[in-house]
C-alpha cells in the first residue's frame, strides 16, 4: 500500500487540528458580548492560528509539488478520483482563502495583526467601514464552506476506511 510521507502526514494532521481549533475559537470568541480581556485575547489567538495555519499551507504546497501523492486504490471509480481530487483543490483554495479573508477583514477594521505580539504583519490597506461589513461576510461564509468539505473529507474518509475498506484512510495515519 502506498502511503504518504510522514512529513505530509505531519503537515496535514497539524493543519486539521489548527483549522478546528481556529474555527471553535471563532464560535466562541464572537458569542463574547461586549469588548472584554478575554475576547480580545482570544481574537488575538485566533490570528495567531490563521497566520500559522496560511504560514503551513504554503509549506504544504511547496511539499506537495516536490513530493507525489500516493495513487489512488486500483479500482477506484473514475468518479470517486475525481471528486476526492476536487475536494483537495477546494480545501486547498480555503486553506489560503480564509485566513487572507481574516486578514483583510481585520484591517479594514482598522486593527493591526501582531503575531505572537512580537512582530506587526503588513498594513497595506486602512480602516475601511464600507469594505469591513462585506469582508466580515466574506470570511464567515468562507469559514461555513470549510466546515462543510472538512465534514465531508472526513465522512468520505470513513466511507472508505469502513464500508470500501480500500486502504484511503491508512495513507494519512502515521501509525
Not at 463574547?32 to 504544504?60: C, D, N
Not at 470549510?146 to 476506511?161: E, F
Request: proline letters at 7%; a positive charge; charged letters at 10%.
Amino acid at each position: 500500500m502506498h502511503r504518504y510521507s510522514y512529513t505530509a502526514m505531519l503537515l496535514h494532521w497539524l493543519t486539521a487540528l489548527l483549522i478546528i481549533c481556529a474555527f471553535v475559537m471563532g464560535l466562541v470568541m464572537t458569542d463574547i458580548p461586549g469588548l472584554t480581556p478575554t475576547k480580545l485575547k482570544y481574537f488575538s489567538w485566533h490570528k495567531w492560528l490563521g497566520v500559522t495555519v496560511l504560514a503551513i499551507a504554503v509549506i504544504r504546497v511547496l511539499w506537495r509539488k516536490a513530493n507525489k501523492a500516493p495513487p489512488h486504490p486500483i479500482g477506484m471509480p473514475s468518479w470517486q478520483v475525481r471528486a476526492a481530487e476536487g475536494m483537495h483543490v477546494l480545501l486547498y483554495f480555503l486553506i489560503f482563502a480564509v485566513p487572507i479573508s481574516g486578514y483583510l477583514f481585520t484591517l479594514s477594521a482598522g486593527v493591526p495583526v501582531v503575531y505572537l505580539g512580537l512582530f506587526q504583519l503588513p498594513v497595506f490597506m486602512g480602516p475601511n467601514p464600507e469594505l469591513k461589513p462585506v469582508l466580515q461576510n466574506v470570511h464567515y461564509v468562507l469559514n461555513m464552506i470549510m466546515a462543510a468539505a472538512v465534514a465531508a473529507h472526513v465522512l468520505a474518509a470513513l466511507k472508505h476506511q469502513f464500508i470500501d475498506r480500500d486502504g484511503v484512510l491508512r495513507r494519512m495515519l502515521p501509525f
